[in-house]
């Protein structure tokens, strides 16, 4: 049933009547708002950066993971590292070196496997697809499928716990909108494909479920369909294909940047884009409670301008319940920008529900990121 907000239509004090835009002189904003930035919202004026702390302790404690620590190639991704869980999402850090050698299954969800580095082939049920980094690989719930790398691969591995993915709605933006459907690129039953099915000898196939693997093995290989038909398949979509949602007079919030949605969390991608030219509107991410989310970023590369020392291969984690936004850094830059335009690529994974920090990610953590918002004038 459609939820009726408590009617709230206040002011106080100096305030802007636009959001993220023409802020009072001197002040600094913060959003606290409701599921993300679809509910209601509360635009506050501060004198100091929110995020001015001397010291910040105990589980909400924003984080940081250099996953490039994580260097042990795993055959198959089910021995990948965990990052990150809750009930309905798995997010791990798969390095490759070679093929692997058996078939993998996930019966406990759909899969969205993010190249980060690498090249090569997926085969599946469904036929053939070539990868590169910067490819999004969906792969739906009950497919069996093998990653052939063709240069060592690195793969963000997230996962619809119970659930499936599906594109956001794009609204009065229309189907075109961010990306064109018909830029999602099925699996082709071509030569290649059918090559690979006449791979001899035993071929093992690794199935997940509820976090267990169990092994069948067939005298043959079991990717040996001649043909499908339906609405039901892999896709790739490749993140230079992805148009952002911009506005030249207004910072638009990440949600604008969803890629792909599940029942409890959202993929968004942010990837090059203009900055904002109207003198008043905010050219950096806002300050903002997300206190109905815990907050994931991989960044993927290029210059990622509202982070300090933050580099390719890493990942952040702001739990549910704290205000953060830009760096010192990137305030500098809050009315007018160095450049013309962004050149970062990161995914985003917003969850509803509380993200545990496996201790894989534990070993490989920046403890001093929590620090990198210090600022000497916090106290002024």
């Known amino acids: 049933m459609a939820r009726k907000w408590i009617p709230v239509r206040e002011a106080q004090g100096r305030h802007s009547r636009q959001a993220h835009a023409d802020l009072p002189e001197g002040t600094y904003e913060r959003e606290v708002s ?15 950066p929110p995020t001015s702390w001397t010291s910040f302790e105990g589980p909400l404690r924003p984080r940081a993971f250099d ?20 009930a309905s999402c798995e ?3 798969w390095k490759l070196a070679a093929p692997m050698p058996a078939l ?7 899969l969205l496997l993010f190249v980060h580095t690498g090249a090569g082939e997926l085969f599946c049920d469904y036929g053939r697809l070539v990868y590169e980094a910067g490819d999004y690989l969906y792969l739906p719930r009950g497919t ?84 499908w038909h339906g609405d039901l398949a892999p896709v790739r979509l490749n993140v230079r294909h ?18 792909f949605v599940t029942d409890r969390f959202v993929v968004c991608t942010f990837a090059p884009r203009p900055f904002e030219t109207d003198p008043g509107a905010l050219k950096v991410p806002f300050f903002h409670n997300n206190d109905d989310f815990d907050e994931v970023l991989f960044y993927h590369a290029g210059d990622f301008f509202s982070r300090d020392n933050i580099d390719a291969g890493m990942l952040t ?32 994974i917003d969850t509803r529900d509380p993200l545990d920090v496996a201790p894989e990610a534990a070993s490989v953590e ?9 600022t000497r004038d916090a106290a002024s």
């Open 67 to 86: 996953l490039n620590g994580l260097n042990e190639a795993h055959a198959s991704p089910w021995d990948a590292p965990s990052v990150l869980r809750n």
């Open 144 to 227: 069996m499928w093998r990653l052939a790398a063709g240069e060592p691969t690195a793969v963000l591995m997230i996962e619809a716990t119970g659930a499936h993915f599906g594109l956001p709605e794009k609204g009065m933006l229309g189907p075109h909108a961010v990306f064109d459907p018909a830029l999602l690129d099925t699996p082709q039953m071509d030569e290649a494909f059918r090559a690979h099915q006449d791979l001899g000898g035993d071929h093992r196939v690794e199935i997940k479920k509820r976090g267990q693997v169990s092994i069948a093995t067939y005298p043959y290989n079991p990717l040996d369909a001649v043909g």
């Open 317 to 348: 984690f702001h739990p549910s319940g704290f205000t953060h936004g830009p760096h010192p850094k990137a305030l500098k830059n809050m009315l007018k920008s160095a450049k013309p335009a962004t050149d970062e690529y990161a995914v985003m």
């Open 34 to 48: 409701k599921e993300g930035f679809f509910g209601p919202a509360a635009l506050f004026h501060h004198r100091r």
């Open 366 to 374: 920046n403890l001093a990121y929590v620090d990198s918002w210090k």
């Open 91 to 93: 997010i791990r850090f």
């Open 104 to 110: 993998a299954r996930d019966a406990d969800g759909d």
């Open 242 to 259: 992805i148009r952002p949602v911009m506005s030249h007079r207004y910072h638009v919030p990440p949600s604008a940047h969803a890629t």
